[in-house]
């Protein structure tokens, strides 16, 4: 069985770039409101417009092949699978009034027709929850939010680029989050954002509990409607509840206490490619380092980069990503594969790539399809996989 213990500090790193770390993402990301970066005035003027109570409900299920289930190194098995799921928002507004709120409720399932064997248990499915909540006020130049989450995941991850034997775990978590902001426009061009946060990871078997705060800011540029650059840091610290520090070796030290640091910046620019808004590219790129309180084990360097594009004409829309990350492990090495008196340092590289092409039929219904490729490689042989999914299926919308 796969010592998840030994390899938690870096499990969200481990998975897809495109996959479970962003669905529960704790950090100040990049706000996905229509009307995000917009004046205050214009703001404060829709929300009035809007109807105290507005939902909207969307339920989806499509069905599909994924190559290499489980990362598998040396004996890749392909399955089916079926995946729905729904996501639920819920607004309210107050008439004349500068607040507004809402409810988030998301989830998704995935069931494999042939199972496999993870960390000594059957894998045939994955689950995905999410439901938040955010209250707002809009002032003249300043919005304060606060919100709060709660997210599980039920998935898999390769621990090979943080420990030296072959293995996939699987990763059940919980999470826990609060996350005030505050944004400042003191410009109609400028702005500027502030996102203290908490959180809170449990697990079943609670030796890799953890306690994060982080504190993030960003500052951004919006000239006009068709382009916007922002920049920004985070620092993100971990408490351990039960994981002990390990030596240089990878031996654990034995009554102490693991805590982690990681210090991100990151640039992001989204350009609106014509007048019509039918193109737009999104870039985002950064690098973070991760240190840990005592010999170093689990530091490392990253970067990465992802650009996006996306076009939208009619009832038709669809987009491309692709995205490379890097990683540089400062202490870990490769001694017990390349004996000698200067072993290569460890490193991974994960590239991604998805397309996704949608339809919409009519008011309600929409089809879409989906293809997702991922590639890691390492200077550890055995934690190197490809694996790729593709699927078909159809969205049901409602709103009120």
Known sequence: MIDLRRTVPAAVAAISLFGVAAFGQTSAAPSNDPLAGL??????????SLPAWDTSVRLQEAIGMKHNVVLSHTAPADSGFARGGFDVLIIHKVAGARTDSHLAIAAEGTRYFSSQTVDGEKFDHE???????????????????????????????????????RGI?????????VSPKWRWEPRAAWWLEAAPGGAAEIFPDRGNDAQVAEAAVRIGWKPGARLEVSVGGVERRRKYARLEQRSVIGRTLVGTQLRTRDREGHLRL??????????????????????????????????????ELAWRSGAWFAEVRGAARRYDYLVQDLARLFP?????????????????????????????????????????????????????????????
């Open 39 to 48: 004046p205050p005035d214009i703001v404060a003027e829709v929300m009035a």
């Open 270 to 307: 989204d350009v609106g490619l014509d007048a019509a808004g039918v193109w737009k590219a999104t870039t985002r790129a950064g690098g973070s380092r991760h240190a840990d309180n005592g010999s170093g084990y689990f530091d490392y360097r990253e970067r990465h980069v992802t650009q």
């Open 127 to 165: 689950a995905r929850v999410a439901v938040d909540g955010e209250w707002r006020y809009v002032g003249d130049a300043h919005t304060f939010s606060a919100a709060a989450g709660a997210y599980h995941f039920d998935t898999i991850f390769d621990n090979s680029n943080t420990d030296l034997k």
């Open 169 to 177: 775990a699987r990763l059940r978590e919980t999470r826990l989050t």
């Open 340 to 400: 000698g008196f200067n072993p290569p340092k460890l490193l991974g590289e994960t590239f991604a790539g998805e397309l996704r092409v949608e339809r919409k039929l009519d008011a309600r219904w929409t089809l879409f399809g989906e293809f997702r490729w991922e590639r890691n490689r390492s200077n550890n042989p055995i934690s190197a996989y490809r694996t790729n999914e593709s699927l078909l299926g159809a969205r049901w919308s409602w709103d009120k």
